[in-house]
């Protein structure tokens, strides 16, 4: 995963500096998957893009508005764990889309989560790979979150306002 990292640090190079301050920890881990293993771990996660919209999920501990996703199985890649959990927290089957390069995601973002003692988790980082997903059907959520559709021009916090910039920047309008 670290190749995949640096790929996207040579094509989104305004990123690059601070991405690779944060996750250079990884750049010799074999399995970055593990959810016990810190500082941190890769996480996956869906930008499900239509008719200038995009797919959100209500976090049910944080109560704000995220693209869905989650952790990455063991064995299993990050854009097939992005399908996964779009489709578990939101019934919605997706593919990956023709307009970007799913060989590297369309944004890595890292994240604090803070300690859990319900789970006994410590406070650790979520690196997480975002893919650009296009729904096909809905189906049923296995593990259902509030989901809405979202203007893209409404996609207003950080992360989702710069995975809208890159979107547009494909030629998409």
């Not at 996480?43 to 109560?63: N, P, W």
């Not at 189906?139 to 207003?156: K, R």
Request: glycine fraction near 6%.
């Amino acid at each position: 995963m670290w190749e995949v990292i640096l790929q996207y640090c040579l094509k989104y190079p305004n990123e690059a500096e601070s991405l690779l301050e944060k996750t250079g920890f990884l750049q010799n881990i074999e399995n970055p998957f593990p959810r016990n293993l810190l500082p941190g771990h890769i996480t996956a996660s869906g930008i499900v893009i239509r008719h200038q919209e995009m797919l959100l999920i209500k976090h049910r501990y944080i109560k704000e508005w995220f693209q869905p996703g989650g952790h990455v199985d063991p064995s299993e890649d990050p854009l097939v764990a992005a399908i996964r959990e779009v489709a578990e927290e939101t019934g919605w089957e997706t593919i990956p889309s023709a307009k970007h390069d799913q060989t590297i995601p369309i944004d890595i973002d890292v994240h604090l989560i803070p300690a859990n003692p319900i789970k006994n988790e410590p406070e650790h980082l979520h690196i997480d790979f975002a893919y650009l997903l296009e729904p096909i059907r809905l189906g049923v959520a296995s593990d259902p979150e509030a989901i809405q559709w979202a203007q893209l021009a409404d996609c207003t916090a950080p992360r989702l306002a710069r995975c809208v910039h890159k979107y547009w920047g494909l030629g998409s309008s």
